[in-house]
């Protein structure tokens, strides 16, 4: 009898460990399909109007991107999320760098006209 309580509450823990996990890892995919989603939006507007938003996308990004590494913080493997993340911050850099660069022309546009 005491061997079998002991095994139930061994196999009781393992279950309870292995649900957290499962739960940390759909939060992670969850934040992360966010995150990706995030960056497609801000990515697929003109650069127009991505300028003319650019402190609120950049501070919005920021918060997304603080969410999205103190979730995955908590996995042990990340593996899964890093191609993704990766990929995603690769686009949002990149994008982030066309729009310096526009905001970069027009400034100097509009200093040369004055």
Do not use: H, P
Request: proline share 0%; with cysteine; charged share 30%.
């Amino acid at each position: 009898m005491k061997n079998a309580l002991v095994l139930f509450g061994f196999f009781f823990l393992t279950i309870t460990f292995t649900s957290c996990q499962s739960e940390k890892e759909k939060k992670a995919e969850l934040v992360t399909n966010k995150y990706i989603r995030f960056i497609d939006s801000v990515t697929q507007k003109t650069t127009a109007d991505a300028a003319a938003n650019w402190s609120t996308i950049e501070k919005y990004f920021e918060k997304q991107s603080t969410e999205l590494n103190s979730t995955i913080d908590d996995l042990e493997d990340t593996a899964a999320f890093d191609a993704k993340i990766d990929s995603a911050t690769a686009k949002y850099e990149a994008f982030r760098n066309s729009i310096r660069q526009q905001k970069g022309i027009l400034k100097g546009a509009n200093l040369l006209e004055k």
